[in-house]
């Protein structure tokens, strides 16, 4: 396991990711029943950008740096930007840090996290407190144990280092299995947009489990001609919220025109639509 998210922490990936979970996350809100959110892959929850391991890649300069500096129209990340200015200046907050900050009285937080020290530090972060569970577990194994949950409400967030060569197909098991135990939940699902084969392949593995609502979100910074470097990044949403597409592509392009990306695109497609 030598995939350590602070060197990535608040990068145009992370922002990308953050701002539609936080979308998710609000249509959560709108009804009053309780629901809880697995966070398979959650890393250690809070990211100091000031630190060596940040400094050296210096990813967050291209992403979430840029957003708090722009002077566009801010307004698209209202509730995400909120969670940012409660951490301390400099700290970028995590997956954990941004599901936990939307968490009502009724609903649960479950986090996997399988690196033992990222998981001493996650642990730490959330000591005591009542709605949160922290696992030192793998992520996929953790969806066998808790799904499907009590309330039979709720967001599934799987978001892998991709340091695994069957990443993919690891992806299309586990939502296979989780879908039979849980099928009204909202899966998220991250993958990097790099060789756009293996993306291909994954896209006809996912048609083939037949899950009827599967949107693929794709968010280019550049034209995916170098098959080697992150040109973009990728979401596959199952189950997702009523018009959610109508806030997810306004709030990625005022990305892409935040970030700079001239020749970047957002392309949101059905994978599966149920007629
Ligand atoms: C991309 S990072 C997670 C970022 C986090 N979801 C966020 O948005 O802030 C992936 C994390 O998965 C952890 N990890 C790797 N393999 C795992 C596994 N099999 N099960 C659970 N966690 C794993 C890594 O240690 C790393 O912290």
Not at 171 to 193: D, K
């Amino acid at each position: 396991m030598n995939y350590r998210h602070i060197y990535h922490a608040g990068n145009f990936a992370d922002v990308v990711k953050h701002c539609v979970l936080t979308l998710l996350l609000q249509k959560l809100h709108e009804k009053e029943k309780a629901f809880s959110i697995i966070d398979t892959h959650a890393g250690i929850g809070i990211y100091d950008l000031q630190s060596q391991q940040a400094s050296k890649t210096n990813e967050a300069q291209e992403g979430i740096l840029k957003l708090l500096l722009s002077s566009q129209d801010k307004s698209f990340f209202e509730h995400y930007l909120k969670v940012i200015q409660n951490q301390k200046t400099g700290f970028y907050p995590g997956s954990p840090l941004i599901s936990r900050a939307f968490l009502r009285p009724q609903d649960r937080l479950w986090l996997s996290e399988l690196h033992p020290e990222d998981f001493q530090n996650l642990a730490q972060l959330f000591y005591k407190d009542p709605q949160v569970k922290v696992f030192h577990q793998d992520g996929y194994n953790s969806l066998k144990a808790l799904l499907p949950p009590k309330e039979k409400r709720g967001l599934i967030l799987i978001d892998p280092p991709f340091e695994e060569r069957n990443e993919f197909k690891m992806l299309v098991n586990g939502l296979q299995e989780s879908y039979r135990r849980f099928a009204t939940g909202i899966y998220m699902i991250w993958f990097p947009i790099k060789d756009l084969k293996p993306i291909k392949e994954f896209y006809a593995a996912l048609k083939e489990l037949e899950i009827p609502k599967i949107l693929t979100v794709e968010f280019l910074r550049k034209p995916p001609i170098t098959p080697e470097s992150l040109n973009g990044t990728g979401l596959i949403i199952v189950n997702p919220p009523w018009k959610i597409q109508e806030k997810i592509v306004p709030t990625l392009e005022m990305l892409l025109k935040i970030f700079e990306f001239k020749e970047g695109y957002v392309r949101l497609e059905w994978l599966c639509e149920e007629s």
